[in-house]
């Protein structure tokens, strides 16, 4: 094990520039090594006593970048203390991956160990008791939703995920609770629901925001029922002919019916989705749209339109909002 993480530090420090937060690591992930240690660690396993603690667990599975932040955040004597915990451990890529002035922001301990916390549920969740749906209070007193995706193409497994990052390694035990690794860093959900997501920035989104309480359906996007939400921007909008565009404001039936089919009854994050699935929306019922998943990122076809998702997996406290670049019915 020692070897281990020594090669693991010498190949990080070797590959990077010195200013990176993660202690000059362009950590990637490195399944090899959470293998490796697991195999070490696994005849340990039976014996509950003998298990590691969280902070421990964490470095023993390779995810170096958490281990190291978390003790910067100061969060070492809770990951080693007696209560019993749930720790949502992000890959070192999913680190890595972060935006540079995000990386940068987590320079302030306050901010670190506000991120670092909303990862962390003062108690032990195993995934059975991860179910489709549920939204869990973190250990900030914010939320995290939780979705598991059965309904997946033949010969793939269900996902689970937290805020729409996908589970990559379930329940690894600790003496002190239990740790699963997920694929993105968290953020706490400061965005509130889906209208005042779009009613923070209205240079996106005043057009659609209008569009929508034309339709009489802003309410269903601020109230605390969780859907998903497809959302044409300003640009998607003014892809119709302005008269076009005018006629459908004043049109609050047209406008309902379009605007209810933008609307799925189920919160549906990314992964979640598989490709040429048929989805069910807030409208008639016999209107279904088709999403197509791939390479490229994820479509919706509408009525005849093709839509791209230009922005997936916004988590808001009511569900997800994926932003679409094209109205999916013509009026
Ligand atoms: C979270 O909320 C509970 C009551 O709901 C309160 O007792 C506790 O101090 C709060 N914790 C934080 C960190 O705000
Ligand atoms: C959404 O709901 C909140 C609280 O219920 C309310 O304060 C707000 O005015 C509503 N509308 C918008 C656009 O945020
Ligand atoms: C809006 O609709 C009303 C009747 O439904 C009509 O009288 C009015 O001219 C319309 N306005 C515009 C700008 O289309
Ligand atoms: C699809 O759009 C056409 C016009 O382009 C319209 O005549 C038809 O009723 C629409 N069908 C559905 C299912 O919305
Ligand atoms: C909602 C809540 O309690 N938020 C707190 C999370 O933790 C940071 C610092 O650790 C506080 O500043 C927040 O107020």
Redesign the pocket.
Known sequence: MKLVFLTFLVACCCATGANEIFTGGNFRPNNEDILNSYQLKSSRRNDKNALPDLLTLSSELGLKAFYLLAQRAGLDSMLRGTDSLTVFAPTNSAFDRLPQNVKASLHDPEVLNRVLLYHIIPKELKSGSLQNNKVIKTANNSTVRVNVYENQEAGQDKVTTINGSPVYKKDQLAENGVLHVVDKVLFPLTKG?A??YL?QDMATYSQTVKLLEAAGVENTL?QTTAHTFLVPTNAALEKLDPAQLRHLMNDSKTASQIMKRHILQDVTFHVGFFDNEKVKTLGDNSKELTVLVGPGGMEVNGNGTFSRVLIADVPVTNGVVHVVDTLLYKP
Do not use: A, F, V
Request: no cysteine; glycine share 0%.
């Open positions: 629901t209208l005042q009613t601020n």
